[in-house]
């Protein structure tokens, strides 16, 4: 591959390997969920057959303010918790005369990508076109009007597999910027004795989350330095078909970067307009890969609906892994 001589990847291998990645049109040119489509009702069957012991495991973050986010990128904040009626509103007799119950309400203020969420396909550009064709000016300030999470309200079901990458490799966490070949998915895949078939979830573990919670504190995490998969594992998961792949970091990809200065984050420029791969971020993977570590079975029931969030860049889910 030509990366300009620099030994960084150039935007121009980047436009290249997305056109020759590409799905759009595979599912027609309508299609609004790209690789989803690649689970059938045959699958989530086979999937549902996975639960034998009745083991759900958890894998989202809380949704309040001592989240990942510090601002590093585009202005997210975490959660905002806000009570709108309380017990002592109740007690002081101020709902008597008004509604008439005695009751509390609240509401939360968050981006929908502040904590563990889905990636919409109208999440990234490439260039000035979506997944499938669609053109960036389909975004506005009413929202993605192609694109949008709500098209997956039903698809985010099916067979999970957990590649342990941290624990394939004998550590804790895998460092910063410390990059996952599709070598070590594959040797990952092999050691654990599971497949990676047609249609599945498929969820890394590199430990860098467990890091931080162990550590009491979140440091770069979100926008940082991370461990993550490199450029040349969108080759991989094009070949493999997955229906998704979700990780317990903030941006799926390795961060520094392998590219020139002019791009950040050129996996996702390929993964999600060209592919129509739906990523999942900021997953809690510990208590799942201790479990898995333990019975040997890496293969579960995955479930990890969304909100329907009409046009939304994404949205913010507790995915359930279930045994």
Known sequence: MSQGGTGRITRQHV??????????????????????????????????????????????IPLNNKGPQNG????????????????????????DDTVGLRY?????????????????LGHIFLGDKMYNGYPASSVDSGGVH???????????????????????????????????????LDGAAAKQGVEIRKGDFVIFRTGQ??????????????????????????????DKDVAAICADTWGCEVRPNESTSD???????????AIGLTMGEMFYLKELAEDCAGDGVYEFFFCAPPLVITGGTGSPINPQAIK
């Open 263 to 273: 791009i950040n984050q050129p996996w996702h420029w390929v993964v999600i307009p």
């Open 146 to 184: 192609q694109l949008g999470i709500e098209h997956t309200k039903n698809r985010m079901v099916g067979r999970g597999v957990l590649l342990d990458i941290a624990r394939y490799k004998g550590v804790d966490f895998l460092k910063d910027g410390e990059a996952i070949t599709p070598e070590d």
């Open 15 to 60: 436009v290249e390997t997305a056109d020759r990645l590409t799905n759009w049109g595979r599912w027609g040119e309508d299609d609004q969920i790209g690789t989803l489509n690649t689970v059938e009702p045959a699958d989530i069957v086979s999937a549902a057959s996975l639960v034998t012991k009745g083991k759900v495991f958890a894998l989202g």
């Open 72 to 95: 590093l990128f585009g202005g997210r904040w975490n959660p905002i918790h806000t009570m709108l009626a309380t017990g002592t509103d109740a007690l002081a007799g101020n709902q």
């Open 104 to 120: 509390s309400d609240d509401a939360i203020n968050m981006p929908v990508q502040s904590a563990t969420h889905w990636d919409a």
């Open 209 to 238: 989350m467990e890091r931080c919670l162990k550590e009491a504190q979140w440091g770069g995490y979100a926008g940082g330095d991370a461990p993550g998969l490199s450029f040349s594992t969108a080759q991989w998961l094009r």
